[in-house]
């Protein structure tokens, strides 16, 4: 048997603030019409009663036909860089009073059409993603259905939409003329998957590094389709395992970093391999040595991206927009480790 309490309607809450359930809609919603008088007696009417708008019947009625909601894809929200992302969107959110329905897309293209479709079905004003790797035809239908959309990390590959990354492949490059500069001539490369645009880019400064100091490329050093810590910390050993191991890393991926780094301590050469990683993740700065990194700024890329979006709600006509938020080199230790 339910046992649920009926949840008080705008006619219980009209009945007793002796008003109309138009003035109190009125109310309810933030439209001009009522007075202060009657406004506080609706108002007080609903705390005694504990009512709770309906914001999903309410959107239908409203002229805008807005939701109050927007969605959110990431690839996977227990990495502390998607989760980090998720927060600064969420707290440009909440001063708009507009709620984040958020998921984890697991880079996988059935998954993410799945969950376009539900936030879809739900109405939300508009979705921040962060695309599957490959393919992004279910992102391009629901754009081409009018949906306000924001890609993050990763530029789309249709237009008509706006996009937030950072300086991927010059930051990379960066790197790897730092670990060059400190004398390292045997440099390798561990990425994430082949099929992100992301690792092409980190990649590809990997190569323009190797080539403005002068190095030629030792493809045997190169490591790809890396996802996770686990492969990371399996390839790493592979590396070290070479008649001629690296004596530098430039890790591209922040967990890919962490497993590497786990390959390093345990054969104690943590203090002799130098190691650059792009991304953060914590507890970096508390290893010994602490790992220097190629840190995003997240929370940038996270207020950039709800900039544009609920600039788009609102009715932003105007060209498409590539945001590029500047990444910076973190010194803490690993990557300034010079060749023995």
């Not at 980090?84 to 293209?109: F, K, Y």
């Not at 990379?172 to 390798?188: E, Q």
Request: net charge positive.
């Amino acid at each position: 048997m339910d046992q649920r309490r009926r949840e008080p309607t705008m006619r219980d809450v009209a009945a007793l603030a002796k008003v109309s359930t138009k003035t109190v809609s009125r109310v309810v919603n933030g439209l001009p019409g009522a007075g202060a008088e009657v406004a506080g007696r609706v108002r007080a009417a609903a705390r005694t009663l504990g009512y709770r708008p309906d914001l999903t019947a309410s959107s239908l009625r409203r002229a805008d036909r807005r939701s109050a909601t927007i969605g959110v894809l990431f690839e996977d929200l227990s990495n502390p860089f998607d989760s980090a992302l998720l927060r600064a969107v969420e707290d440009r959110a909440r001063h708009s009073g507009v709620l984040v329905l958020a998921g984890s897309n697991e880079d996988d293209h059935r998954l993410q059409r799945e969950l376009l479709d539900s936030l879809s079905a739900r109405r939300v004003d508009g979705v921040v993603v962060m695309a599957a790797g490959g393919h992004q035809d279910a992102l391009q239908r629901e754009r081409e259905r009018g949906t306000p959309m924001v890609l993050v990390d990763r530029p789309p590959t249709f237009g008509g939409t706006d996009c937030v990354t950072t300086t991927n492949r010059a930051s990379s490059r960066d790197a790897v003329l730092r670990l060059a500069d400190l004398g390292h001539r045997d440099i390798a490369f561990l990425g994430d998957r082949r099929t992100l645009w992301t690792s092409q880019e980190r990649y590809t400064g990997y190569l323009e590094g190797l080539a403005r100091a002068g190095l030629t490329l030792r493809e045997e050093l190169v490591r790809t389709d890396l996802h996770g810590a686990g492969p990371a910390t399996d390839a790493t050993g592979e590396l070290l395992d070479a008649a001629r191991p690296p004596t530098a890393l430039f890790t591209a991926q922040n967990l890919v970093t962490v497993g590497a780094m786990r390959a390093l301590r345990a054969r104690e050469l943590h203090r002799r391999v130098a190691v650059i990683g792009f991304d953060d993740f914590p507890l970096a700065d508390l290893l010994d040595p602490g790992v220097t990194v190629v840190r995003q700024d997240v929370p940038g890329i996270g207020r950039k991206a709800a900039e544009l979006i609920f600039a788009r709600i609102d009715g932003d006509t105007s060209p498409p927009v590539h945001a590029v938020v500047p990444a910076a080199l973190v010194r803490r230790g690993s990557g300034e480790i010079a060749p023995s």
